[in-house]
């Protein structure tokens, strides 16, 4: 069995460095309390709650004031959470929460069951996919919203929530006494798009992430390539990345390095070799990335590009390179502020410079920085990790976007029928126990219905945008009937960066033939 290395990484985000002893931190504060500046403060606070004209409330007052300290910072991921709103973010970060294990989404007006997790009580209850809770606790739930569903059916372990179901077939909604449990929703999918192509989706660096990959690697050990595709994958918690990128790097190989202000106000860094066999050495290994790709997210692309163990490819990450720390606040608040930066194993900088707002500072192009690797490979640097083979994202046509554009002037949700719409097909294909692609033909009742719902024939039958909502139902409709490596290969059929990965999996036997062909394309698309 492979052991998974635990990084000190701390903290509930990225804690770069320890926190003071107790002694420390109450010194710390006092100090800060007594200087001039903070008796100014607290005066102004006061002069202004009791006698301002605007009658502001004291907790208004000092909403504001903390809204006003966190602008100042100019610091586009700092933020105070509620309670509540901490509570959101850990099970986004985690995958984390408390329920039945079930994943629901709006269809035809009901909120509808999308996916039942194995294992997990609604499962072991016989809760289907297709299910429509209409009923839970004694509430009519029949015209429920997805937060007033999902905020009934989730409560604390160990009880019990009562449902009620309408099923197609069957004429009466069927009861169901569900005991809560705690429920982890993966981050991570893996699957063989076609043989020896393996494709591993992580879709947030969330806990546990890593040693569900090091038990995939084991399941996945004879594919001859693997595409690790981390689009869209907005990171999470730094020391599960870099357990992930142990995983893959030769022990004494850098991870990453961090540097900060720790909370004695010095600076320091702190690097993380590698430390476990490597799996799949032998591999060609393809990492996607896309510009929301970001944090924890980068720091992998990053790490097996660096030490030439991926070739990444897609378009330049996000470019955030930041140290965060959580750290606790009075009445069940908490701040995330920025401590510090990362870097990647040769030393470049992840982070991008933006402005309070998120937008990006711009850049001088004319100064463009590099760093070789081992091999000799020039990589740029400048923030964000930039792909080795830059595949342009395949932008909607001019037809498909008046299809868009026509249902919104009609207001018809397109989205949603597209989704109510492979879903059906998706029922049907589950049944029949068989999921394949379909003609298009099938979607002939689709078109229709869009027509019927007031938009323009014209732009709906047009073969361009009629192309597009075939392909985006057939994705949908495999997606949702669990056939998954032909719904990828589907997708592939527009998602260009996904493609040029199949094209490079299915060509490369060894990491020295994916850096071959990758040069080669480098070299051929520059016109050299």
Do not use: C
């Amino acid at each position: 069995m492979h052991r998974i290395r635990h990084f000190p990484v701390a903290s509930v985000v990225l804690l770069l460095l320890g926190a003071p002893a107790a002694g420390q931190e109450t010194k710390a504060r006092k100090d800060v309390l007594e200087t001039d500046e903070a008796q100014v403060f607290l005066e102004a606070f006061l002069a202004i709650s009791r006698s301002h004209a605007s009658a502001l409330s004291d907790s208004a007052l000092w909403e504001r004031a903390i809204a006003g300290l966190i602008e100042q910072l100019d610091d586009p991921y700092a933020t105070v959470f509620t309670p509540v709103e901490y509570d959101q973010f850990q099970e986004q970060t985690t995958g984390n929460y408390a329920g039945i294990g079930v994943q629901i989404g709006r269809l035809g007006a009901r909120v509808t069951v999308t996916a039942v997790f194995r294992g997990y009580p609604a499962d072991g209850a016989g809760m289907m996919v297709g299910d429509r809770i209409v009923w839970v606790e004694g509430h009519d739930a029949s015209d429920w919203t997805l937060d007033q569903a999902r905020d009934s059916i989730r409560g604390l372990p160990g009880t019990v929530v009562r449902i009620r179901v309408a099923r197609d077939g069957i004429q009466d909604p069927i009861p169901m006494d569900i005991l809560r449990d705690n429920v982890h929703v993966s981050a991570m999918e893996a699957i063989y798009i076609e043989d020896g192509v393996a494709h591993i989706a992580i879709d947030r660096i969330a806990r546990g992430v890593a040693a569900e990959l090091a038990e995939t690697l084991v399941e996945y050990e004879d594919a001859n390539s693997v595409i690790m595709d981390l689009r869209r994958n907005p990171g999470g918690y730094l020391d599960e990345a870099l357990q992930l990128v142990d995983l893959l790097l030769a022990p004494g190989q850098t991870l990453a390095s961090a540097e900060g202000i720790n909370d004695w106000g010095e600076v320091e860094r702190q690097s993380w070799p590698a430390r476990s066999p490597p799996f799949l050495s032998d591999k060609p290994l393809i990492v996607l990335v896309d510009e929301f790709s970001a944090s924890a997210a980068e720091i992998i692309a990053g790490a097996l590009q660096d030490h030439d163990r991926a070739v990444v490819v897609g378009q330049r990450t996000f470019g955030k390179g930041v140290v965060q720390t959580v750290y606790p606040l009075p009445a069940g608040r908490r701040i995330r502020i920025t401590t510090g930066s990362w870097f990647t194993p040769l030393g470049r900088s992840l982070q991008r410079a933006r402005h309070h707002d998120g937008t990006l500072v711009a850049e001088d192009e004319t100064n463009i920085e590099q760093v070789a690797t081992a091999s000799g490979r020039l990589l740029r640097t400048g923030g964000g990790v930039f792909p080795d083979l830059e595949v342009p994202v395949d932008l909607p046509k001019e037809e498909e976007l008046a299809l868009l554009n026509e249902a919104n002037r009609v207001q018809v949700p397109i989205n949603v029928r597209i989704e109510e719409y492979a879903f059906e097909l998706a029922k049907d294909a589950i049944e029949a126990g068989r999921a394949d692609r379909l003609p298009p033909s099938t979607f002939d009742d689709l078109a229709r219905g869009l027509v019927e719902a007031g938009m323009d024939p014209e732009v709906v039958n047009n073969p361009v945008a009629r192309a597009y909502l075939d392909w985006r139902t057939q994705v949908r409709y495999l997606d949702r009937a669990d056939a998954r490596s032909l719904a990828l290969l589907v997708q592939s059929e527009r998602d260009t960066a996904l493609a040029e990965a199949l094209r490079l999996a299915r060509s490369a036997r060894t990491p020295g033939d994916l850096f071959t062909l990758v040069r080669q394309e480098a070299e051929g698309s520059s016109g050299k």
